[in-house]
């Protein structure tokens, strides 16, 4: 089993920051291949922001890109989301997902409001 669990979230101004973390625990820790952060926004199907791998390779949505930069500690078992430059079309709930061959592993959530 692999538990996450989001921060981070909250509302902020358009052009603000924020950054999202995510704490990666459990028995199958070892096994997580892939980290990332998806959202949904009310109404609309989540979608993936962004991704890493265990070896720190990225990919972006291409909304997001050169705004947000995802970055893990392999050490910590942390996966973070900086998001800058934040627009109203980024408020949605964030979370946290861990990816094995066998296995998909979502955090709670995080509330992301970007108000214009």
């Known amino acids: 089993q692999v538990q996450l669990v989001e921060s981070g979230g909250g509302l902020v101004q358009a052009g603000g920051s924020l950054r999202l973390s995510c704490v990666v625990s459990?028995?199958?820790?070892?096994?997580?291949?892939?980290l990332g952060w998806y959202r949904q926004a009310p109404g609309k199907q989540r979608e993936l922001v962004a991704t890493i791998t265990r070896v720190g390779s990225t990919n972006y949505v291409d909304s997001v890109k050169g705004r947000f930069t995802i970055s893990r500690d392999n050490a910590k078992n942390t996966v973070s989301l900086q998001m800058n430059s934040l627009k109203p079309e980024d408020t949605a709930v964030y979370f946290c997902n861990a990816w094995k061959p066998t296995r998909n592993y979502w955090g709670q959530g995080t509330q992301v409001t970007v108000s214009s």
């Open positions: 459990g028995s199958d820790n070892f096994s997580i291949v892939v």
